[in-house]
């Protein structure tokens, strides 16, 4: 058996990805860029890259977010998981293996940033074929989304601003994927001084103009730890 001096060295890399969600249209969409190269060359990849031996793994993320899809306007960031299947990634002449550290990213309803031409926006229910074990990794921020939803303020970095009750709700069924009821969210949310009203009101579609309310908060907050919030029925 070999000892400590003559085992041969193994290199780890560690990368950093970002699962970045935006809700457009009632459908919550997640970004992602198409590799131009091998492995899984035309795959696409959540936006990331090598960690940087001089960074914490947040600002790693942000950095990492604006050099490679141009994407500064986040909201809310925070580390949800790490990926450490030692063959999640095909071995290369740098690496025998390829840790991950995953963030969950979230865009305002509204904000539609430039992005790179290899760049878009996908459904995260219609998801196109995408490289290593990136997929698994949306559905599993896509629940930790709206786990957070049941118990924080978390909505405040999907919805714009200034928004009618209405909107907000949309964005509420997108992400926990069941109805809503309006007057039920306001109450709740009101409750737990989550949402504020601002004294003004939007454009009328039809009828009177609806109130406009604002997340009291711009930061992440826990309003109630042991909340749920359960489909109807």
Do not use: C
């Not at 904000?111 to 490289?131: F, Q, S, Y």
């Not at 924080?152 to 994927?177: E, K, M, T």
């Amino acid at each position: 058996m070999a000892d400590a001096s003559t085992a041969p060295a193994h290199h780890v890399a560690h990368e950093v990805l970002s699962v970045v969600f935006r809700v457009s249209e009632g459908t919550v969409e997640v970004l992602l860029w198409q590799r131009a190269l091998a492995p899984d060359q035309g795959a696409w990849s959540l936006p990331g890259g090598l960690l940087d031996a001089r960074e914490d793994l947040p600002t790693s993320a942000r950095r990492l977010l604006a050099e490679k899809v141009d994407l500064t306007e986040v909201a809310h960031l925070e580390q949800f998981a790490e990926f450490s299947d030692p063959h999640r990634v095909p071995a290369s002449a740098d690496a025998d293996r390829t840790l991950a550290s995953a963030f969950l990213g979230l865009v305002r309803s509204g904000t539609d940033p430039r992005l790179p031409d290899d760049t878009t926006w996908h459904p995260v229910e219609a998801l196109p074929t995408m490289a290593f074990d990136h997929a698994a990794m949306v559905h599993r921020a896509r629940a930790r989304l709206a786990a957070r939803l049941s118990y924080s303020n978390i909505g405040f970095a999907l919805a714009p601003r200034a928004f009618p009750v209405s909107q907000l709700r949309d964005i509420y069924v997108a992400v926990l994927g069941y109805p809503v009821d309006s007057t039920n969210l306001l109450r709740i949310l009101s409750r737990r001084s989550v949402i504020t009203a601002t004294g003004e009101t939007g454009q009328a579609t039809r009828g009177r103009p609806p109130a406009l309310y604002r997340f009291t908060d711009s930061y992440l907050r826990i309003t109630d730890e042991f909340a749920t919030l359960r489909p109807p029925g």
